[in-house]
């Protein structure tokens, strides 16, 4: 090739002007997976939704929520009644939605963030103002689990 061309400039100098929409105005998708009649998922993907994130959601019963969970590679031990995907992470439990930021934004190589059990206090179960402590876990690709973000009792 020879070098820049005269229209190859006056293109590139068009499209500079040309306005440029980000990515981060467009809300960040989850799909959720909740179990058949539970309160507190519904309580989370509504939680989801207040916080600029764009939920669609669905229910399972019983063993095809649970299988569900062991494909995406939820340890067992550290489950919860709900289980969300974002951009090839899962979210299981009630995961608050700076955790969900963070994730996001640091991009970890982990399958996903968990809540285990439904501590009272997390988003979606009761108020935070009188929320008991929690953790929640980073799960790594190996199965293994760290902190990601540790919540005080309030």
């Known amino acids: 090739m020879t070098g820049l061309t005269r229209r190859m ?6 499209a500079s ?10 809300p960040t998708a989850i799909h959720v997976v909740e179990g058949t009649g539970c309160e ?3 309580q989370w993907t509504s939680y989801l939704s207040k916080n600029g994130f764009e939920v669609t959601s669905e229910e399972r019963f019983g063993t095809l929520l649970m299988q569900h969970k062991i494909d995406l590679g939820v340890p067992i031990a550290l489950t919860s009644c709900h289980t969300g995907s974002v951009e090839g992470y899962f979210l299981e439990g009630h995961v608050p939605a700076a955790d969900i930021r963070r994730l996001l934004a640091e991009r970890p190589e ?3 963030l968990t809540v285990p059990g439904m501590p009272f206090g997390s988003p979606g179960m009761g108020p935070e103002s009188r929320r008991q402590a ?6 790594r690709q190996d199965g293994s689990s760290e902190v990601f973000t540790r919540y005080p009792e309030a």
């Open 9 to 14: 400039v006056l293109l590139a100098a068009a």
């Open 17 to 26: 002007t040309i306005p440029t929409f980000s990515l981060a105005n467009n």
């Open 40 to 42: 507190c998922c519904k």
């Open 110 to 112: 982990a399958l996903g």
């Open 134 to 139: 929690y953790d929640v876990l980073l799960v």
